[in-house]
Structure formats: C-alpha cells, structure tokens
C-alpha cells in the first residue's frame, strides 16, 4: 500500500514577476497516522496547476456544508 501524507500548508508561494508560469514556495506535510514530525518540501507549481486548483476547490468549497457563499 502507498504511503499517506496529509498536507498541512503551503507556505511562501511566490513568482519573480506578475507574469511567471511557475511559482515556488515550502509544501508542508505529515506522514498521515504518524508521530514523526513534519516535512518541509520546496516545491515548484506551474500556473496552469494552480489554475485548475482554483476551479476545482472552488466548486468543492462552494458544494461543502461549511461555507457560506461569499457576495460578490
């Protein structure tokens, strides 16, 4: 079996530019079941990712019990 990891943060996520196409910044991790301190990661994120991440957590958030629509 994989292992598991729950994500805890990602922290610092930043470009040189208003135009880059990849963004770095520390993912934050945890070995899930685990009582071995956490991981920090640096990651590279491409805007495209990042993209379709903002889409698909959108619509999970707005289809959650837990949130309230926000006006805009």
Not at 10 to 16: M, S, T
Not at 45 to 67: C, Q
Request: aromatic share 2%; hydrophobic share 40%; net charge positive.
């Amino acid at each position: 079996m994989a292992e598991q990891w729950e994500v805890l943060q990602l922290r610092g996520l930043a470009a040189a530019d208003e135009r880059a196409q990849e963004f770095t910044g520390t993912l934050v991790i945890h070995r899930a079941g685990s009582g071995e301190p956490v991981e920090s990661i640096q990651v590279t994120v491409k805007r495209t990712i990042l993209t379709e991440l903002h889409d698909t957590l959108g619509r999970l958030l707005a289809r959650s019990t837990g949130l309230k629509r926000r006006e805009r």
